[in-house]
């Protein structure tokens, strides 16, 4: 998958909160803004393509004041922001791969 095509949809406006999303953001701190900026800076760590309705993707990148931050968003004629967090670094190698348990 080309970011480059979800870039385009953050900054066209083309995508939504899902429910989730929208809940997590508020819970952890997370704004549009830093969402955005970790999507428009970040790199496609994960590639989800059995997921339905839309295959999805999990994005790397940074928040506005550069902490990191992992999206996952599908790809649609408007994109889906799922979920967004602060990986855990106990879970992950450099904020980009599972760590195995």
Not at 42 to 47: F, M, R, S, T
Not at 55 to 73: A, Q, R
Request: aromatic share 8%; proline share 6%; with cysteine.
């Amino acid at each position: 998958m080309d970011i480059e095509k979800i870039r385009d949809k953050i900054r066209k406006g083309q995508y939504r909160l899902t429910v989730h999303a929208a809940i997590r953001s508020k819970e952890r701190g997370i704004t549009t803004g830093d969402m955005e900026a970790a999507i428009l800076n970040g790199e496609i760590i994960e590639e989800y393509p059995n997921d339905k309705p839309f295959p999805s993707y999990l994005i790397y990148g940074h928040t506005l004041s550069g902490l990191p931050l992992h999206v996952v968003c599908s790809l649609a004629p408007i994109s889906d922001i799922i979920t967004l967090y602060l990986p855990d670094e106990k879970k992950w190698i450099d904020y980009k791969v599972r760590r195995k348990e």
